[in-house]
């Protein structure tokens, strides 16, 4: 695997690679064993936003695997004066070994990759969120034994964790449900793949979606960058809640995720997120071996 830009570029069975490695770097790293795969290589971080999980995740990755991880703000690269990106890609090209970037434009991170000789991996954008969800894969999967045959069901802002998770969830055979306001759809190719290739639904009724739910996930409703709307969402998603009423309607042996940051009483109420701390942590956790997992791939390959 070259680079990991967004799931629908990887395979179903490159998926489940990238989570049978994360498995077993997890059972290394719980067991005291080695696993400096990536002795000697460098990663550079590049940060157009602010991030803990996935800068934390990808720092101490690189330092598990026997390399290095360089954080790279965006406002002290020459980038955030307007050094164009297609220069910067083969000018880090030459000194590191792969590159992390979490920005706003898909389209910045495919050109990264387009004009640099080096792996890209895409740590966020607007568009989707490819490592969070490979996590999440990986979780529900622990939790549930299998992935294929259960039921996503998405609540909230039809965003970059929304498109991910369709995509992630309907090549790994998941039913996927999604509650999201009008307006505020995933992305529409993304929605018609998803309805040609798995069981796919879209609605405005959340307990239509979340009706026998094995997985249910939600994320904020104003994303990074989207500051100034923040206002406007609380209004649009004020029904747009996991709480005990939506809960009801899942199966009883459901889990909940949320890829974090949460905000209570918004997307999640407080006493749902409490009752399945263990699972969204669980999550948070499984960023770090998920990530190592794909840092192998993309950097030995
Ligand atoms: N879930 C996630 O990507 O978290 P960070 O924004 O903290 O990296
Ligand atoms: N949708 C959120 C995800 C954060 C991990 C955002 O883009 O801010």
């Known amino acids: ?59 101490v990755g690189m330092y598990d695997l026997g390399g290095s991880a360089l954080f790279l703000s965006a406002h002290d690269l020459q980038i955030g004066r307007g050094e164009p990106i297609e220069d910067t ?15 706003y434009s898909q389209e910045e991170v495919e050109k990264l990759a387009e004009y ?22 990986m979780t529900i999967r622990e939790y549930k034994g299998a992935i294929r045959g259960n039921k996503l069901t998405y609540i909230g802002d039809g965003n970059n964790m929304a498109n991910s998770l369709i995509v992630g969830g309907i ?15 995933p992305d529409a190719e993304i929605m018609k793949w998803a309805a040609e ?25 104003a994303s990074m960058g989207q500051e100034a709307e923040a206002a406007e969402r609380q209004k649009v998603f004020a029904e ?6 939506v809960m009801a309607c899942a199966k009883r042996d459901a889990i909940v995720q949320h890829c974090l940051p949460a905000h209570r009483g918004e997307e999640i109420s407080a006493e749902v997120f409490e009752a399945h701390a263990a699972e969204i942590f ?20």
């Open 171 to 185: 090549k790994l055979g998941m039913k996927v449900s999604v509650a999201c306001p009008e307006g505020y759809r």
């Open 282 to 301: 669980d999550e948070a956790e499984n960023r770090l071996h998920v990530q190592k997992a794909v840092l192998v791939k993309c950097l030995t390959s």
């Open 1 to 59: 695997m070259k680079h990991l830009l967004k799931l629908m570029d990887l395979s179903k069975e490159e998926i489940c690679s990238i989570l049978n490695m994360a498995d077993q770097l997890k059972y290394e790293k719980k067991h005291g064993i080695e696993h400096k795969r990536l002795a000697g290589k460098t990663l550079g971080m590049i940060f157009q936003k602010s991030s803990t999980r996935t800068r934390v995740s990808f720092e």
């Open 197 to 221: 290739n798995g069981e796919f639904q879209c609605t405005e009724n959340i307990l239509e979606a979340a009706a026998d739910a094995d997985v249910l996930y939600t994320d904020v409703w």
């Open 89 to 103: 890609a083969r000018v880090l090209s030459r000194y590191l070994d792969g590159i992390m970037i979490r920005t």
């Open 240 to 245: 747009y809640q996991i709480n005990d009423r």
């Open 116 to 137: 640099g000789s080096i792996p890209v991996i895409n740590g966020l954008t607007d568009y989707c969120h490819p490592c969070q969800v490979l996590a999440d894969l």
